[in-house]
């Protein structure tokens, strides 16, 4: 297939698993919602808006984690960072989504729902 039909099919399978992991988070926050990309005012938002959290997904053959934390980090408006990734490779024992984000921010959050 062309590069153009890939990277379009590849879009939207992120988009659709946005939206998955945006229903995910309902549980927790109620509002949230898919992202859509970028303000008008030109600056991104989160994959997954209307939680506490910057939100990144990250859905394909072999994600790069770590890469998906570093846009996260640069793109965030404060909120701390979780990356949300989907390995869908056939090396993967199943399609699962595993979830990343910075200790500190991870310890912080723990303690203040301990309060």
Same mark, same amino acid.
């Given at each position: 297939?062309?590069?153009?039909?890939?990277?379009?099919?590849?879009?939207?399978?992120?988009?659709?698993?946005?939206?998955?992991?945006?229903? !995910? $988070?309902? #549980? $927790? !926050?109620?509002?949230?919602?898919?992202?859509?990309?970028?303000?008008?005012?030109?600056?991104?938002?989160?994959?997954?808006?209307?939680?506490? $959290?910057?939100?990144?997904?990250?859905?394909?053959? $072999?994600?790069?984690?770590?890469?998906?934390?570093?846009?996260? #980090? @640069?793109?965030?408006?404060?909120?701390?960072? @979780?990356?949300?990734?989907?390995?869908?490779?056939?090396?993967?024992?199943?399609?699962?989504?595993?979830?990343?984000?910075?200790?500190?921010?991870?310890?912080?959050?723990?303690?203040? #729902?301990?309060?």
């Amino acid at each position: 297939m062309g590069g153009a039909l890939m990277g379009s099919r590849s879009r939207r399978k992120g988009a659709a698993h946005e939206r998955k992991v945006a229903e !995910w $988070l309902r #549980e $927790l !926050w109620p509002e949230a919602a898919r992202g859509l990309g970028q303000t008008r005012s030109g600056s991104e938002v989160a994959d997954v808006e209307n939680t506490p $959290l910057w939100v990144e997904v990250k859905v394909g053959k $072999l994600p790069n984690p770590r890469a998906a934390m570093d846009q996260a #980090e @640069l793109a965030t408006d404060g909120r701390p960072v @979780l990356v949300v990734v989907r390995d869908n490779g056939a090396g993967a024992r199943a399609p699962r989504d595993f979830v990343a984000m910075p200790l500190d921010d991870f310890i912080r959050l723990i303690k203040e #729902e301990r309060r």
